[in-house]
């Protein structure tokens, strides 16, 4: 069986739930993902084997087509005999399933919309103008191919147990104990894959001085190390650049609160069931991205002029979504979910 989410690490992981239920009657279970999104895959119950493949008609930066490329993919699918293709709601299945169908895939499942022909053999209509959590959306591709999920599963967002041990490597940076337990500090993640989703630098690093000075120890993330050293200061510890994608995993499930836009981490968060502020810029719907299974507060105005954009660069002057959220409102949010 294959599973395929071509796109980020937040988009595979909310794939998780969709993935067990395909791993209740499958024998293997390999996951097709994107340069972006391999990390996740590789961290979800149930997949035994992750394909990268950057798609042309998904990436943000897509490579030209070429012979060359789709014949590698069409090999190393050779074996694979079901298929379900997971894809958002502005995306297309039909390419994928084209290239499916030339590797001799059997069957296949996915969304579409579109008239498929003979590249699908379940096709799963969705009311899209609907918002659903995606999570949900996912999972009911795998029941329309004729999956469920295994008696007792919850059907939220999960990552493989157990994660890696970052007392030893990390303890110091931390700053807390290597037996520390969960709600040991509180996590800022400041970057985002997508300007648009981002609140500003400074007032991440006003945030990390309040919630010092409200008692909470500190810990700042992310892949950009001039941002994380600048938002953390002298007042939190700076995991900046240092962390692998399950290690960062391991540091959020320790944590009390995660603060972060609506990006990878966050959908990260509720995979280990860590409570959310979720600084969230409407160019996409809540109802479907918010933090998934997991308390979460929402902040940010989601009637702004870019609702529903999908703007990867905010397209309206002054960031007005995100930029009227202050700190003192994170740090209050930060209060409720701890409490």
Avoid at 164 to 174: C, R
Wanted: aromatic share 4%.
């Amino acid at each position: 069986m294959l599973v395929a989410r071509l796109d980020d690490v937040g988009d595979v992981l909310l794939a998780g739930p969709a993935v067990r239920a395909v791993r209740t009657l499958a024998r293997e279970l390999v996951f097709l993902a994107g340069p972006n999104g391999r990390q996740a895959a590789e961290l979800l119950p149930g997949v035994d084997q992750v394909i990268e493949w950057r798609a042309p008609w998904i990436d943000h930066t897509p490579p030209p087509v070429s012979k060359g490329q789709v014949a590698d993919l069409i090999a190393k699918l050779a074996d694979v005999d079901e298929a379900v293709i997971l894809t958002s709601f502005h995306q297309s299945a039909l390419p994928l399933a084209l290239l499916l169908r030339l590797a001799g895939v059997r069957r296949i499942t996915a969304i579409s919309n579109d008239y498929p022909g003979s590249l699908l053999d379940v096709r799963h209509v969705v009311d899209e103008s609907v918002d659903v959590p995606e999570a949900e959306r996912m999972l009911s591709v795998a029941r329309a191919a004729g999956f469920e999920l295994p008696k007792g599963d919850d059907g939220k967002l999960a990552v493989q147990q157990p994660l890696p041990d970052i007392g030893q490597e990390m303890g110091h940076l931390l700053s807390v104990g290597a037996d520390a337990g969960k709600g040991a500090y509180v996590v800022v993640h400041p970057g985002t894959s997508a300007p648009a989703r981002t609140w500003p630098a400074d007032r991440h690093r006003q945030t990390v001085r309040e919630l010092v000075e409200d008692g909470h120890r500190v810990v700042v993330t992310g892949t950009e190390r001039d941002l994380t050293a600048y938002v953390a200061g002298d007042l939190a510890a700076d995991l900046g650049g240092v962390t692998t994608f399950a290690q960062l995993a391991a540091v959020i499930e320790r944590a009390g609160v995660l603060v972060a836009g609506n990006t990878g981490p966050a959908h990260l968060a509720a995979a280990v069931g860590t409570p959310v502020v979720s600084l969230f810029a409407p160019v996409v719907p809540a109802v479907r991205w918010a933090p998934y299974g997991v308390p979460a507060v929402l902040l940010g105005d989601q009637e702004a002029p870019c609702r529903g954009s999908r703007a990867r660069i905010c397209p309206v002057p002054g960031h007005p979504c995100l930029s009227h959220v202050t700190s003192e409102q994170v740090v209050k949010a930060v209060r409720e979910l701890v409490q």
